[in-house]
Each structure stands twice: as structure tokens, then as C-alpha cells.
């Protein structure tokens, strides 16, 4: 699958996820209701019609942490299958600049977490695959096939 094909890929959402890193740590958030329930991850969520995807991605965040990215970049495209036939696109972005007071909502509980202690047992089974290539300044590309929480499959090109 090329990415032109990701951003084309047919799904029933398309959401963001947003890395906020500051030196050696990286904004997480313990998830408190939908998807990911219970689960560590980045702060993110539902692209609004006629939203970009960084705006999407800045104002997931700032709804979930009261943390406002103000410059972020882009880090690729994930697409994920579930067997219940979910079908969701992920736009994942890194910031590093930013402002505004963390604080928790009925959504989440941001914390700021060390790069190299990230709690990959307690996020989704793909990001321990990804996530320490994209938090180092690179991109990934791919799709993922899960059963509930279980990672089935995954067909993963980090560049």
C-alpha cells in the first residue's frame, strides 16, 4: 500500500494523534472513555468537517491536556482494521513547540513521560513498532489488523 493509497485508504474515521516532546519526555495520556479506554497514548482524536488535520490534532490536545501545540509536523499515516470492522486512519504529528497549563479532563490524564520509559505494555500493541522511530524525527507509513486489543498483523515502512 503506497501512500497515496493510505490517504485514500476507505474508513470510517479519520482521527489524529499529537506527540508533544520537551527535551527527553513526551506528553502521554492515561485515555478515560472511547477507543483506547484505560490505555496509555498520545492525545488525539476525530477529524471535524472541513478541519485540518493539524488542526485537529492541536485541538484534540489542548481539549484533552490544556496543552496548545503551536508548531507541529507531520509523521505519517496509519491505517487500522478491526475485526468487529472498524476501519480507522491515524495521522500522527509531533510537536515541540507549545504552551498552555497541563491539567486533566473527563477525557484524560496527560503526563509527561521519559522518552526511554515509555509504558509500551499498557499503550496499543502497533506503538512499541513505531512510535520510538517517529519521536526520534522520522515518518511511518502502514496499516495494522487487530481483534479487539490483539495485533493480528501489522505491514509497517518507517522512513
Known amino acids: 500500500m503506497t501512500k497515496n493509497n493510505l490517504h485514500n485508504w476507505p474508513c470510517d474515521l479519520i482521527a489524529t ?3 508533544c516532546v520537551e527535551e527527553d519526555r513526551v506528553l502521554l495520556i492515561h485515555k478515560k472513555r472511547g477507543l483506547g479506554a484505560g490505555k496509555i497514548n498520545g492525545p488525539g482524536g476525530k477529524l471535524e468537517p472541513g478541519e485540518s488535520l493539524m488542526a485537529c490534532a492541536c485541538r484534540e ?5 490544556g496543552i496548545v501545540g503551536t508548531k507541529a509536523r507531520a509523521a505519517g499515516v496509519l491505517c487500522f482494521t478491526f475485526r468487529d470492522g472498524l476501519r480507522l486512519r491515524v495521522h500522527p504529528f509531533v510537536c515541540q ?3 498552555g497549563v497541563m491539567q486533566e479532563t473527563e477525557e484524560a490524564r496527560p ?7 515509555i509504558p509500551f505494555e499498557k499503550m496499543w500493541a502497533d506503538d512499541r513498532l513505531w512510535l520510538p522511530h517517529v ?7 502502514g496499516h495494522c ?3 479487539g486489543d490483539q495485533l493480528l498483523e501489522h505491514s509497517l515502512s518507517l522512513c
Open 17 to 19: 494523534l499529537m506527540f
Open 61 to 65: 490536545t489542548a481539549e484533552e491536556t
Open 97 to 99: 513547540e507549545f504552551s
Open 111 to 117: 503526563f509527561w513521560q521519559p522518552i526511554n520509559q
Open 135 to 141: 519521536l526520534a524525527g522520522g515518518q511511518v507509513e
Open 145 to 147: 489488523l487487530f481483534d
